[in-house]
Structure formats: structure tokens, C-alpha cells
């Protein structure tokens, strides 16, 4: 189901001096964190799927996984820099060529988008199998998500080219959070901690969702007034629980998985 994305041309060398090292050093821990809990999780898919997250200082560059490893096995040096050209610039191997073409092209797109989270991930991708609304109303984790998702109805195969990633990416509009019908679900943040967060609950509620449809009974829906109001108040404090939320994240992995940081 992967595809390499192949031997980029010969890329300009990342110079340290360009970069505020620290930050760099500390986006890459945030991003493996990110990886490995998700594949705790069971967020991930064999060697596909995909987490982005621009380099800090330099909007034209982004950290990815590389082709061939597992979410399990990312390590923070392992992940790859590269530019909207399908160059990379600092690590060894290449992206998987849809990681590519959807990410370069939705953090060349969509400013605002410094994280870019791609999963297949069981629930959520349950809902974006279904016809009509994917998320509904019905549970206090999915308020969370009102009036941030957006679906994505068109599905055209594995995204393998920049005409389809400028495709994706203009599905996004103002959203956060995209269901890509017949395909999965993509989180967009301003950084790894709000993606993360946004990811883990999106799925939590998605499997509420696929729980209790499978009673056979009726949702009791969420009134919109009152939908609004808990989202409201949800977004609040979302961007500290969302910090804390990975710190705890890194805490668990440094305890039980310490060579996520190396």
C-alpha cells in the first residue's frame, strides 16, 4: 500500500546556523513521541501513514517519517527534513511518496498548518466509510470537534502527484480536523501537541460514536445551542491540557521507551 517517493535530487545542506538548534531538537522529540503513542495506540498502519511537522524557523521545510519504518520504531533523529521538492534535506532515506505529496502540499497551502497528522485509524476511519455526516453530535468528546471538521467527499485513489495534494489541501478550508471519505482522517495544528491532542480524542470519540450505534438504539444528539456552548468552553483551556497532554505522553515514553529521544 506504500510507495517510496524515490532518490530526491542532491539537496543544499542544513546548515545549523540557520536553525535555532534547540527547537529543532525538541520538535523532533515531540514528533516521535507522537509517533510512538500513536502506535500504542493502534493509530498506525504498518508502515504507512504519515506525521508532519514544520521545522521551527523555516516555513519551507518539514519533518516526516521516512519510507520502510514502523510508527513504533520512529526515533526523533530518524525523522527526515525536507523541502517542497521532494528534496531531503537532513536524515537518510525518503518519504513515502503520498507522505509527500499531501504534506508538502498542505503546509505549502495552508500556512497555519505547522502539524499535519495523517492516520488510517480504526474508528474515525470507520466513520469516513459511511454515507453522510461521519462525526455526530452525541458525546461530550466529539463537541470538542464542533464546527472544526470538514469532509472530504471526493476520494481519487492514493495521492501520488501535487495536483491531488493541492486538492487536499484546499478540502481543508478553516477546519482542523478532515475526513477523507473511503480513505481516513487528517489533523491539522499549530504545532505537535495540539495535533496529538486533537488526534487521540477525535478517535476516542469516534469509537463512543461506533459503540453506541452498535446497539441498535437511537443517539440522543447534543442541541446545537448547547453543542456550541461546550465547545466553547472545551477550546478554553485546550492549548495548555494540549501541552500537558504530550508532556505526559513523553513522561510515560521516557520511562518505558527512552530511545524514542535519541
Known amino acids: 500500500m506504500a510507495h517510496a517517493l524515490g532518490t530526491p535530487a542532491a539537496p543544499a545542506l542544513l546548515r545549523n546556523s540557520e536553525l535555532d538548534a534547540e527547537a529543532v531538537r525538541q520538535a523532533r522529540i515531540d514528533l516521535a513521541a507522537c509517533f510512538r503513542m500513536a502506535a500504542r495506540l493502534g493509530m498506525h498502519e504498518g508502515i504507512c501513514n504519515h506525521f508532519s511537522l514544520v521545522v521551527p524557523g523555516r516555513d519551507d521545510l518539514f519533518l516526516v517519517n521516512p519510507y520502510g519504518w514502523a510508527f513504533a520504531e520512529v526515533t526523533a533523529s530518524r525523522l527526515l527534513v525536507c523541502d517542497f521538492a521532494g528534496n531531503v534535506i537532513a536524515g537518510e532515506g525518503v518519504p513515502e511518496a503520498t507522505a509527500f505529496f499531501i504534506h508538502a502540499r498542505v503546509h505549502k497551502n495552508v500556512p497555519r498548518a505547522k502539524a ?32 472544526r471538521t470538514v469532509v472530504d467527499e471526493d476520494y481519487n485513489g492514493l495521492a501520488l502527484d501535487t495536483e491531488e495534494g493541492d486538492r487536499i489541501a484546499a478540502s481543508i478550508g478553516d477546519a482542523d480536523i478532515v475526513f477523507m471519505k473511503n480513505h481516513g482522517v487528517m489533523v491539522v495544528g499549530p504545532n505537535a501537541a495540539e495535533a496529538w491532542d486533537d488526534l487521540y480524542y477525535l478517535e476516542r470519540a469516534a469509537e463512543a460514536q461506533r459503540l453506541a450505534l452498535s446497539t441498535g438504539r437511537t443517539l440522543k444528539s447534543v442541541p446545537p445551542a448547547m453543542a456550541a456552548k461546550t465547545y466553547a468552553q472545551m477550546r478554553e ?16 515514553l521516557a520511562k518505558e521507551e527512552p530511545d524514542f529521544a535519541d
Open 237 to 252: 483551556g485546550d492549548r495548555e491540557s494540549a501541552r500537558l497532554h504530550l508532556e505526559s505522553v513523553k513522561r510515560i
Open 116 to 147: 499535519c497528522f495523517h492516520t488510517h485509524m480504526p474508528n474515525a476511519t470507520s466513520l469516513a466509510m459511511l454515507e453522510g455526516p461521519p462525526l455526530l453530535w452525541a458525546g461530550q468528546s466529539a463537541l470538542k470537534f464542533y464546527g
